[in-house]
């Protein structure tokens, strides 16, 4: 009967011990029991779609899709596809006759908690001459701009390098995939103003622009007085020595 007691701490030590090395295991990946699989279902997409045609009529087809996380602060990322043996020429045909290319995005909100508003208003559209794309090497840079309350209101798209310099692209192979920086730029509220430190400037301003005026206002007020008293003093030492003469000639 003593033997088995051995045995039996082993065997109830050893479920433990697995239990323990399993959890160790979930953070190392970075997630726990409950949290389950990073889906679609905690967010939305919204697709971006391009046009690139010689006859510069917009004809748009998928290019990528915006994918939006919700939480404490909603994230956006894109993901996109390689351009086709097709789609690769068509671009080097457009970029060789200095035409257009465009994207575009419906106009929906990027906040998670308006999935249920998800109605499309229309699209937002930006281009730049194809020959830009082609001699980034697909290196492009676009801009998402919202409201305060999350809906997209404008779209732009910038190329790096942005100007065509002619140089022609001989590998395939650089134009197969976008490589492409994301931003989005959200509304941010003005500074209040300082409103007690303007008065408080106002105020030492006034005190500083009374002092010459109350000098100003008594010349102005007693001008008068001040050249009626020098013009008796004028006329009084001019007086004297005529009377002193008017004397002598008497004697």
């Known amino acids: 009967m003593a033997s088995l007691r051995p045995s039996f701490l082993l065997l109830s030590i050893i479920p433990t011990i697995l239990i323990l090395c399993a959890d160790f295991a979930c953070c190392n990946t970075g997630r726990r029991t409950g949290d389950g699989m990073d889906t679609d279902f905690s967010g939305f997409s919204v697709p971006l779609e391009h046009s690139f045609e010689v006859d510069d009529v917009s004809r748009f087809r998928v290019r990528g899709a915006l994918q939006l996380r919700g ?3 909603t994230s956006v990322s894109l993901s996109q596809s390689q351009l086709s043996e097709e789609d690769r020429n068509t ?3 457009v970029a060789a006759v200095d035409g257009l290319y465009k994207i575009r995005v419906p106009r929906v909100s990027l906040s998670t908690d308006r999935q249920t508003e998800r109605q499309m208003d229309g699209y937002l559209t930006a281009f730049v001459r ?3 794309l082609v ?3 697909l290196s492009d840079v676009i801009t998402l701009h919202t409201d305060v309350s999350g809906y997209l209101i404008g779209v732009s798209i910038v190329t790096i ?3 065509c310099r002619g140089t022609e692209v001989e590998d395939e192979v650089d134009l197969e ?4 920086t994301l931003t989005v730029i959200a509304p941010t509220n003005a500074p209040q103003p300082e409103t007690a430190l303007f008065i408080e400037r106002m105020d030492i301003e ?9 000098q100003k206002s008594f010349f102005a007020k007693y001008w008068y007085l001040i050249l009626g008293g020098a013009i008796f003093l004028m006329a009084s030492s001019s007086a004297q020595p005529s009377a002193g003469g008017a ?5």
């Open 130 to 132: 194809a020959c830009s």
């Open 177 to 180: 995939a976008f490589n492409t």
């Open 135 to 137: 001699e980034s090497h």
């Open 206 to 214: 006034h005190e500083k622009r009374g002092k010459p005026q109350e």
């Open 71 to 73: 939480g404490r602060e």
């Open 161 to 163: 390098p942005g100007a």
């Open 247 to 251: 004397e002598e000639q008497q004697s």
């Open 91 to 93: 671009l080097k045909e």
